[in-house]
């Protein structure tokens, strides 16, 4: 069970936030708006939400899961792959320390985004992805086997992030688009399968048994709520034009 969320509010900047999606430029109000509905469902989980202030000089800074992996046992300070998203992480060590004893670092030439990890219990699947590399990944690991967990490289070639693609919501069930369908590791999984075209949907996060996904993907919802999970909505079409999802604008511990 999660306690925790850390979330950043969206600055204005955001709509020069980096993309490939091709969905055009966010409507900044709009944004807001969905961003603090997201802080509303993170709170209908149960949730103690932290809410930081806007960062004008990082457009993409509301994307808080990429600069920190948050375990039971430590925090991991990343080094994100996208140059521009590098001094991110440290306007989030301050808060990260408040509520960590144990704060460790991914340090050059290792880039760590942890849009790339996905947690299963005390193993991490860590994404080989543009963002995030083989010497990032093997220090990761490094520090999860410190504190008793661990942690294995999933090779990927079509997605932004890993959790682009993949979505564990707990009791073995995975929700998974695309090449993560038929890999290898992920067989003993219960998988639901994602389809192309609702494949954003993929990026559905598992709160304390309710899962939160993104607005206008029914088949989606049907088949999580079909699964036995209370489904909560959340509309982040804005986001969505920028390449993040529900995972990406919070921490979750
Ligand atoms: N716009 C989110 C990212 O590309 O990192």
């Not at 490939?20 to 709009?30: H, I, N, Q």
Request: hydrophobic share 40%; with cysteine; glycine share 8%.
């Amino acid at each position: 069970m999660f306690k925790h969320a850390i979330v950043r509010l969206p600055c204005e900047a955001l709509i020069n936030g980096l993309t490939e999606a091709k969905l055009g430029k966010p409507d900044y109000s709009k944004a807001l708006l969905q961003h603090d509905d997201y802080v509303s469902a993170l709170k209908e989980c149960g949730l103690n939400v932290t809410v930081l202030k806007a960062l004008d000089e990082f457009p993409d800074s509301c994307f808080v899961e990429d600069v920190a992996l948050m375990t039971p046992h430590c925090a991991v300070l990343t080094r994100p792959g996208a140059p521009s998203r590098r001094g991110e992480v440290e306007h989030i060590a301050d808060v990260v320390k408040i509520f960590y004893d144990r704060v460790e670092h991914i340090i050059a030439p290792g880039q760590v985004e942890a849009g790339d990890i996905m947690m299963v219990g005390d193993h991490y699947y860590i994404g080989l992805s543009s963002r995030t590399n083989r010497e990032g990944a093997n220090q990761l690991i490094s520090i999860l086997e410190k504190y008793g967990m661990s942690g294995s490289m999933v090779e990927m070639a079509e997605m932004l992030h890993l959790k682009t693609g993949l979505g564990y919501l707990e009791n073995n069930v995975l929700l998974a688009c695309g090449e993560f369908i038929s890999k290898s590791e992920f067989q003993n999984y219960n998988i639901i399968k994602i389809n192309e075209k609702q494949s954003y949907s993929a990026n559905s996060v598992w709160i304390n048994d309710i899962v939160l996904v993104p607005s206008g993907f029914p088949e989606t919802a049907k088949a999580i709520g079909d699964a036995g999970y209370r489904v909560r909505e959340v509309d982040v079409s804005e986001f969505r034009k920028l390449d993040g999802g529900l995972s990406c604008l919070s921490l979750r511990f």
